[in-house]
């Protein structure tokens, strides 16, 4: 499964840019898609989920300001973030769940990461 993410980039604090993330490859099925984000000399955090049903889980730092999706046709997720703050500064890493074979466990994957850099 590989992921390719795209929307990053310098943005003014305020902004509402949108990220976006397809998954492609050999899998039967996609349970969780999602996003994390590290800051410069921080831990990896946990952002937003959405599951397969469509029931989405966000963190409290992006809650009321971050609306996660996805395309279940397309095999994508997209995070769109408004409001902006210079602490929102961060690499996005897209993250999925997918199973290979119906009977098989689910495997995590990660995107290579996409950076968001928020001005003042």
């Known amino acids: 499964v590989q992921l390719q993410a795209s929307g990053g980039g310098m943005v003014q604090a305020g902004g509402s840019p949108r990220l976006s993330c397809v998954a492609s490859g050999s899998f039967v099925s996609i349970n969780t898609m999602g996003w994390y984000r590290q800051a410069p000399g921080k831990q990896r955090d946990w952002v937003a989920r959405?599951?397969?049903?469509?029931?989405?889980n966000y963190a409290d730092s992006v809650k009321g300001r971050f609306t996660i999706s996805r395309d279940n046709a397309k095999n994508t997720v997209s995070l769109q973030m408004n409001t902006l703050e210079p602490d929102d500064t961060a690499v996005y890493y897209c993250?999925?769940?997918?199973?290979?074979?119906?009977?098989?466990?689910?495997?995590?994957?990660w995107g290579p990461g996409t950076l968001v850099t928020v001005s003042s």
């Open positions: 993250n999925v769940r997918a199973r290979l074979r119906w009977t098989g466990p689910e495997y995590e994957y």
């Open positions: 959405v599951i397969r049903g469509g029931v989405t």
